[in-house]
């Protein structure tokens, strides 16, 4: 934890091309010894991060494929992947921000793209693959500006909150709003 701490404190202001083991070992309050034997350098730790993150967004998208649970729905998920971004909120914070990863949000649209695509045509039986795939690619593509935006407050909304909203402009588009003014 002291490590990943350090990590993402100075990726808030510095590229991870710019950090060196020595400057995150003393960070961290650590001797390179105890860095070098868990990881081999920094990129190393980032992916070692990364891949628990994207282990935890798996499992919580696993329910919309496994057990042949029709009753499950995309939007019954969400808090639980809203959840696990919450808990990774370092990180995604140090990644998505102005010194992060620039692939990492394609990396977020990919993780999810097939359990959802296959999930949407579970459910959504009437539209075609082509259809799908607009709609999976317009909707991440949002999702990712409302993650930067909550990263932006300060996590202050919780991740059922955020489920929510996500969920109503998936369900509604424009009719989240509301009636138009006249």
């Known amino acids: 934890m002291l490590i990943r701490k350090a990590l993402t404190d100075l990726m808030a202001y510095k590229p991870v091309t710019d950090i060196s083991v020595k400057e995150l070992c003393e960070k961290a309050g650590i001797n390179r010894g105890t860095f070098y034997s868990h990881y081999t350098d920094i990129y190393n730790l980032l992916e070692k991060i990364e891949e628990e993150m994207v282990g935890e967004l798996i499992n919580a998208l696993k329910p919309l494929v496994e057990g042949g ?29 102005p010194c992060g990863d620039k692939t990492f949000p394609e990396k977020l649209i990919n993780i999810g793209h097939d359990i959802c695509i296959e999930a949407y045509i579970k459910h ?59």
Do not use: C, H
């Open 69 to 97: 649970n029709a009753a499950i729905t995309p939007f019954m998920i969400s808090p639980d992947v809203f959840r696990v971004i919450k808990e990774f909120s370092d990180i995604t914070s140090a990644i998505l921000g």
């Open 124 to 182: 959504f039986s009437g539209a075609t693959r082509k259809q799908i795939e607009f709609y999976y690619a317009f909707v991440s593509a949002g999702v990712i500006s409302i993650l930067q935006g909550w990263m932006k407050s300060g996590w202050r909304e919780s991740p059922e909150e955020i489920a929510g909203a996500v969920n109503g402009i998936m369900a509604n588009g424009i009719g989240y709003l509301g009636k138009p003014s006249e």
